[in-house]
């Protein structure tokens, strides 16, 4: 096999696809990764689509550009509002997967009453790509969606764990629970590392569905059939980009991530220059 040692590209809005980084880590030792953190812009929950369209498209230029041979989107709101334009520009190159898709079809694949649950950005769940994915594997399930606005920066902030933030999952989780929901989807990357609570106030008997794993399939399957799949006896590398304060971004990564960060560099994707057919110069 040719080794391909350009990285696979990780995008989030900030530290919340370190979940997904995590997975694919663990499933794909002997690749390369980049990781990049849109702090400087963070939250995305409150953005419109077309700012959304803009900073996907922005950060994936910025990384194809830097040689990635592979997009993962780890960003449900910024593939909510992107998708489509992400599959156009650079499908048709490089595997790009994405969040939606994949939850959608472990929650189709785990439900036993068809009643799914979403908590998700304020944007996500105003965009209905969860409802249009989930229908299109399971046409006879039904998706009840929260919006939980507060949630992704309390968790962005690193704040420690309080009677409030415990407070405010369960307002969020209240409504599932009243639906007789049997599994619930974690549509946002940040929502893992709070995990725990949301499963203590959905209760054992309600199924969580995240990102990571599936979309550590996904990305392992693309890139055994595009033949872009390093061998397996190398030991992959992983590194990190931010377009915010990289001490901050560092501080939380660490925290989260739980392996040796190493260096963390600021670039500023908004600079990037997109020429008629909707690639990077």
Request: with cysteine; glycine share 8%; aromatic share 6%.
């Amino acid at each position: 096999m040719t080794e391909r040692t350009d990285p696979i590209a990780v995008f989030d809005s900030g530290v919340g696809g370190l979940t997904v980084l995590h997975e694919c880590l663990v499933s794909l030792p002997h690749e390369d990764f980049v990781y990049f953190g849109d702090t400087a812009r963070f939250p995305y929950g409150d953005r419109t689509p077309e700012q959304l369209r803009s900073f996907a498209l922005e950060i994936a230029d910025h990384l194809v550009a830097r040689g990635a041979k592979a997009l993962v989107v780890a960003c449900n709101s910024a593939t909510s509002a992107a998708l489509t334009e992400l599959d156009t520009t650079y499908g048709r190159h490089l595997p790009v997967v994405t969040v939606v898709r994949p939850e959608s079809r472990l929650a189709a694949q785990t439900t036993t009453n068809n009643q799914v649950g979403l908590l998700a950005t304020s944007a996500t769940v105003a965009s209905g790509a969860y409802e249009r994915a989930l229908h299109e594997v399971a046409p006879d399930a039904r998706l009840h969606a929260v919006a939980c606005p507060a949630l992704t920066p309390l968790i962005q902030e690193g704040r420690e764990i309080d009677d409030h933030v415990v407070e405010l999952v369960d307002e969020y989780c209240a409504p599932l629970k009243a639906e007789g929901v049997d599994t619930v989807i974690l549509g946002c990357t940040h929502y893992p590392l709070v995990r725990p609570i949301i499963q203590r106030s959905l209760g054992r008997g309600i199924k969580l569905v995240s990102s990571g794993e599936a979309i550590a399939e996904d990305l392992s399957a693309r890139l055994a059939a595009g033949g872009l799949a390093n061998d397996d006896d190398r030991r992959g590398s992983y590194r990190f980009l931010c377009s915010g304060d990289t001490g901050a971004f560092a501080k939380l990564a660490t925290r989260y991530h739980q392996l040796p960060l190493g260096q963390v560099d600021q670039v500023d994707v908004a600079t990037a220059v997109r020429k008629p057919n909707g690639v990077a110069a």
